[in-house]
């Protein structure tokens, strides 16, 4: 692979995980986001099993992307992201049963995760396998790290824990709605707002360099 090929792929893995994240920045995917971050477990396991299917869906698009007729690319792609959720779905059932009751419906709803078909779409549809896998890994695993910073911020004030391990002993008195829905809203707002506040910050150091 030549230095040009490797810089692109960087290029390509590394937006997803920060330039791009898709929740912090493009604020993409805020179901599982809000609805599943109750404990570090929960949200770690949608991440993964999102990167899992964001990867095979690029692969797959990527490679048929010259045979599906553009009438009808995003019924294929549907289709193709379906069942792949199924396989996953069927994969964590077997293999972390606890995890997939606590998740539940929210593994199949991975289908219309608007994250999956953007990346389809403006990524896969339009580029080579190689990089395709290569974006859907980096967007796949910046969704996971912020899924879990949710999840372990919301457990530690939720339920004075992380990983189901307590932190505080009994004393501690948790903080009920961090670990219901509007929880996932307040550490949704304040991380937005720190990441909003540190890029504008980069920017003015910039502008300030520029000067």
């Known amino acids: 692979m030549s230095e040009e090929n490797k810089s692109r792929a960087m290029e390509e893995f590394t937006k997803g995980l920060w330039k791009e994240n898709q929740i912090f920045v493009t604020i993409l995917g805020m179901c599982p986001s809000l609805a599943v971050t109750n404990s570090v477990i929960n949200g770690l396991a949608m991440g993964i099993a999102t990167t899992c299917v964001l990867i095979l869906s690029n692969l797959l698009i990527s490679l048929c992307r010259n045979i599906i007729p553009n009438q009808v690319r995003i019924t294929a792609f549907i289709?193709?992201?379906a069942t792949l959720v199924q396989v996953i779905d069927f994969f964590m059932a077997a293999?972390?049963?606890?995890?997939?009751?606590e998740l539940g419906a929210f593994i199949a709803l991975i289908v219309v995760n608007c994250i999956i078909l953007g990346r389809a779409e403006s990524f896969a549809a339009k580029n080579n396998p190689w990089l395709s896998v290569v974006d859907g890994a980096g967007m796949g695993l910046g969704f996971t790290f912020a899924l879990t910073?949710?999840?372990?911020?919301?457990?530690?004030?939720?339920?004075?824990?992380l990983f189901n391990i307590s932190l505080f002993g009994p004393k501690f008195e948790p903080w009920i709605?961090?670990?219901?829905p509007p929880g996932g809203f307040i550490t949704l707002g304040f991380l937005l707002l720190g990441f909003s506040w540190y890029a504008q910050r980069k920017i003015n150091k910039l502008q300030q360099k520029k000067k």
Not at 150 to 161: A, V
């Open 79 to 81: 289709v193709i992201i």
């Open 95 to 101: 293999l972390v049963p606890d995890v997939h009751k």
């Open 149 to 161: 910073v949710i999840g372990i911020i919301r457990e530690i004030l939720g339920n004075g824990s």
């Open 177 to 180: 709605i961090m670990i219901l």
